[in-house]
Nanobody
């Protein structure tokens, strides 16, 4: 069992930056691949970024590539999402998620076993 708690969301102007954190409970955090997803009002949840259990592999949605960076600290049981050059279209509730198994298909929400409650990111233009 893994419990995930996101933090770091807020209101930021377009072009600004935010860093989201996702703190995980449990001693097996380092076994899990981690992902970030987001959901804007009236839209389906979409993949943002994923990182493998050891941090050796990362994967990004095209819409955030070059602007967002996912990282993790297994000693601190935390995964991060550094978001730079934010745009109004980045406004959404951001969720972190954890999964076991192969890293492939980590852009698919149904591959994840555990989810956080989400944190709101609002980008004003």
């Amino acid at each position: 069992q893994v419990q995930l708690v996101e933090s770091g969301g807020g209101l930021v102007q377009a072009g600004g930056s935010l860093r989201l954190s996702c703190a995980a409970s449990g001693r097996t955090f380092s076994s899990y691949h981690m992902g970030w997803f987001r959901q804007a009002p009236g839209k389906e949840r979409e993949f943002v970024a994923a990182i493998s259990w050891d941090g050796g592999s990362t994967y990004y949605a095209d819409s955030v590539k070059g602007r967002f960076t996912i990282s993790r600290d297994n000693a601190e049981n935390t995964v991060y999402l550094q978001m730079n050059s934010l745009k109004s279209e980045d406004t959404a509730v951001y969720y972190c998620a954890a999964r076991l198994g192969p890293f492939r298909n980590s852009d698919q929400a149904d591959k994840y076993d555990y989810w956080g409650q989400g944190t709101q990111v609002t980008v004003s233009s």
